[in-house]
């Protein structure tokens, strides 16, 4: 149990970095970023951070028991991709459908752009990737 928790808090932290990273340098090529923008653009990935902890805790058939194998570093980042795009579509949708986004949530639209969560699957993949490489013994490298 500890050590799928451990794997669970390592696979989730590195998810989380590798999608921040993306988001925020996306939207720092755009213009100057401030406080209150990265604090609106962290909100989502924290939120769904949060949904997929309990969800590996709750069903810890999400993870493998032996380790990150060949299909987790495909799949874990898919799922949470899903969870960023799930919690974007429900912070900027819910209410009444002819309000408009507040000018100060407006840098959470960087959520729901193709080409962002493109990146973050393949930057999440590839950090799953060699963090399964990193945490196999030195005689199975």
């Known amino acids: 149990m500890k050590d799928r928790t451990a794997a669970i808090l390592e696979s989730t932290l590195v998810l989380m970095l590798a999608c921040c990273g993306i988001a925020l340098a996306h939207v720092w090529k755009a213009g100057p970023l401030s406080w209150e923008a990265v604090g609106v653009i962290l909100i989502v990935p924290m939120v769904a951070l949060a949904i997929f902890i309990c969800t590996s805790l709750l ?70 990737g060699a963090l399964s490489l990193l945490s196999r013994d030195p005689e199975q490298r």
Do not use: M, N
Not at 93 to 121: H, N
């Open 59 to 128: 069903i810890p058939e999400v993870f493998a028991v032996r380790g990150l194998s060949f299909p987790l570093p495909l799949t874990l980042p898919a799922i949470f991709i899903g969870f960023i795009f799930t919690t974007q579509l429900l912070v900027t949708r819910v209410g009444v459908g002819i309000a408009k986004l507040p000018d100060r949530l407006q840098p959470i639209q960087v959520w729901s752009e193709p080409p962002v969560l493109a990146y973050c699957f393949v930057a999440c993949a590839l950090c799953l």
